[in-house]
Structures are given as C-alpha cells and as structure tokens.
C-alpha cells in the first residue's frame, strides 16, 4: 500500500468519526463496571453500530471480553466512578483533624452554630476529596464530592451519628 492510500484511508476514516460524533445525543463510553474505570470513547459508524474508539469493537464483542463492560455517557460514568471511592463518615481523633486541618490551606472552612466542616483541597481523584467535620466535640472524617455544601455536610454527619446510636 502506497503512502497516498493510507492518507486516503485515514481521512476517510476521520470523516467518518467526525461525522458521527454530531449524531450523537451525548457523549458515550465503554466503562469497566466493576472498576467504574472508562475503557474507551465510544463513536457511532456510519451504519449506525456504536465501537470503541480503542478497538473498533462493539459492546456485544467486548462483552465477551469483559463482562463487566458496559456503556453508558461520561457523566454517568463520572458518577459510577465517583461513588465507588466515596467514604462514610468514620469517626477520627482530634490530632487527625489538626493535622489535615493545618497539612494544607483548608478548601471551604465553614463555622456555624451546629458545627465545623473544611475540605482538603488536594482531590483524592476527580472532584472528590477528603472532608471532615468537628460537631459536639467529636472529630469526623468522610470522603465525597468537593461541591457538598456546609449545611448538608453536618447534617449528614449527624446521621450517620444517629445511625451509630441505633445499633
């Protein structure tokens, strides 16, 4: 094959890809379900057959692969990924929460009559990171999504406090 072909082949092949991807709805990847990592872009052919940008396979042959494949749009992966490092609240010493309180500047320290809550501001991964929370004289610690806001931080630590007391 001569270098005029495969230029031939790869711009056609782009056309293709290029095309596609103003078909679809929004934005699709193979994601491994059991790490909730992605594998791959997805694209849609031209007839219509959705493949991995990685292998040109689709769900169906890379199912047989991996069956734990599945595909799905990139928030939804986001989230799959996401929640899988998500923490609960766990209880911590104080000298934890001086030391992450004064490891890094803290992200989002707030104070209110119900309690205190600051966030690392190096992510764990993604836009999730370490958040802890000084209610009532008792030190917590969770990992979540960084945009939680102070009001639901407490509240949710004080269930999971409740929930402690119920078992």
């Known amino acids: 094959m001569n270098t005029q072909n495969v230029?031939?082949?790869a711009s056609e092949?782009?056309?293709?890809?290029?095309?596609?991807r103003k078909k679809q709805a929004g934005e699709?990847?193979?994601?491994?379900v059991d790490t909730g990592k992605v594998?791959?872009?997805?694209?849609?052919?031209k007839d219509g057959s959705i493949v991995s940008l990685f292998s040109f396979e689709t769900l169906d042959e890379l199912q047989m692969q991996y069956g734990?494949?599945?595909l799905m749009t990139e928030s939804e992966a986001d989230a799959l990924f996401c929640t899988r490092i998500f923490r609960p609240w766990?209880?911590?010493?104080?000298?934890?929460w001086l030391d992450q309180l004064t490891v890094l500047p803290p992200l989002d320290w707030c104070s209110s009559s119900a309690g205190e809550t600051f966030k690392c501001s190096e992510m764990?991964?993604?836009?999730?990171?370490?958040?802890?929370?000084?209610?009532?004289g008792r030190y917590f610690e969770c990992r979540d999504y960084a945009s939680k806001k102070h009001a639901d931080?407490?509240?949710?630590?004080?269930?999971?406090?409740a929930a402690e007391h119920t078992h």
Do not use: C, P, Y
């Open 124 to 136: 764990h991964s993604g836009r999730v990171t370490h958040i802890f929370a000084h209610i009532r």
């Open 90 to 96: 766990e209880e911590i010493t104080e000298d934890r």
């Open 28 to 32: 699709l990847v193979f994601v491994r």
């Open 153 to 161: 931080l407490i509240l949710s630590a004080v269930l999971a406090m």
């Open 7 to 9: 230029n031939t082949a």
């Open 13 to 20: 092949a782009s056309k293709t890809w290029v095309k596609s």
């Open 68 to 70: 734990d494949m599945a």
């Open 39 to 45: 594998f791959s872009q997805a694209i849609t052919l």
